[in-house]
């Protein structure tokens, strides 16, 4: 009967790999935790480059109307069905402001889309006590509307704070640095939540938008006692969905291609 149930294997060229990363185009140095460093996952994952699509141009594109941004829309709709079609079972991007436009992509990929770690604000708060809720590091406040919240499901009057544009951590990713200071990064990412906690006193959770905070997001849990969710916690959440682990029955390799 389980047989019977079980739909038929998809051709594939790659095997294997579950999730795939549609990265943009940068050239600044990324740290273990980070989402374009491979080192990163405990399970192997297939990078795409989106060629010539920068974090400027996604963040142009998502603070207009979707007819405008359709161009973008259209070039993350065929990277990931091209992912999809070598044989990858779910997409992540590496930008978080994509949130804008993840049920536009979704709806037209051959296979599950996380375009964002902004979809983790609804299960993060649904935990909380009544009395907290979740809070957002981002990279530029300025650019993170309450319509990337919304498009999240999240909700819509979520504190955001973020980096501010004279600091070293934004300088370098707009500079393209080849090199950067772990140390120096981390005490502005802690800065920039530091404040989030002081503004709004009642966060009891913090998501980061930025996929780049990932890995400084154990000594944010640890400094402010809280639970913090990244884009690397989305996509091992994700991963996990897609290739359950098994327990004592080995279970057939066919059972992995739906």
Partial sequence: ???????????????????????????????????????????PVQYALMEGVTGPMVMAAAAGDKRAAKPLIDRFVDAANRLA??????????CGFLAAFQED?????????ATS?????PLAASVL????????????????TAAHLV???????????????????????VDDAAHVSFDEQAQEVLDCAGRLLQQ??????????????????????????L???DMVSLIEWFHAGLRPRAFGKRIDDRAWDV
Avoid at 202 to 214: H, K, R, T, Y
């Fill in 1 to 43: 009967m389980l047989h019977q149930l079980m739909k038929p294997a998809r051709p594939r060229t790659v095997h294997g790999v579950s999730i795939g990363i549609l990265m943009l185009d940068t050239g600044f140095a990324r740290l273990p935790g980070d989402i374009g460093h491979g080192a990163t996952w405990r399970f």
């Fill in 85 to 94: 079609r070598l044989g990858i079972d779910g997409i992540a991007t590496s």
């Fill in 105 to 113: 992509i979704a709806a037209r990929c051959m296979v599950p889309v």
């Fill in 117 to 121: 770690s902004l979809l983790q604000i």
């Fill in 129 to 144: 006590p009544g009395n907290r809720r979740v809070g957002v590091l981002t990279a530029k406040s300025s650019a993170l």
């Fill in 151 to 173: 498009a999240a499901h999240a909700d819509p009057t979520t504190p955001v704070v973020g980096l501010a544009e004279t600091s070293r951590f934004f300088r370098n990713q």
């Fill in 200 to 225: 709004h006193p009642d966060v009891g959770a913090i998501v980061s938008e930025c996929a780049n905070f990932a890995p400084y997001s154990p000594l944010i849990a640890e400094r402010f006692g």
């Fill in 227 to 229: 639970p913090v969710f």
